[in-house]
Nanobody, 119 residues
Framework: QVQVVESGGGLVQAGGSLKLSCAASGRTSSVYAMGWFRQAPGKGREFVGSIIWSENKTYYADSVRGRFTLSRDNAKNTMYLQMNSLEPEDTAVYYC????????????WGQGTQVTVSS
């Protein structure tokens, strides 16, 4: 079992920046990938980005590529999402998830953290 906890959400003006953190605990040695997803009001959950832990290889949704950056601290078992040039359309609850199967099934989810971008 892996547990993940997000932090760092908040309110920011358009054009501003925020950095989210996701701390993993439990069987962290089994983590293959971690990812960020988001869900805006009235919309479905959307993939934001992911990182293959051992390779430090990142993937991004087209909507955030060039503005958001994923990174990780192996020693702290923590993943980060640096969000720059934020837009009102980025307003959502952001969720962290972990996958230990190697199939991107992301079986472990955090409780989410709210990001609100005002225009």
């Amino acid at each position: 079992q892996v547990q993940v906890v997000e932090s760092g959400g908040g309110l920011v003006q358009a054009g501003g920046s925020l950095k989210l953190s996701c701390a993993a605990s439990g069987r962290t040695s089994s983590v293959y990938a971690m990812g960020w997803f988001r869900q805006a009001p009235g919309k479905g959950r959307e993939f934001v980005g992911s990182i293959i832990w051992s390779e430090n290889k990142t993937y991004y949704a087209d909507s955030v590529r060039g503005r958001f950056t994923l990174s990780r601290d192996n020693a702290k078992n923590t993943m980060y999402l640096q969000m720059n040039s934020l837009e009102p359309e980025d307003t959502a609850v952001y969720y962290c998830a972990a996958d230990d199967s190697g199939t991107y099934s992301f079986d472990y989810w955090g409780q989410g953290t709210q990001v609100t971008v005002s225009s």
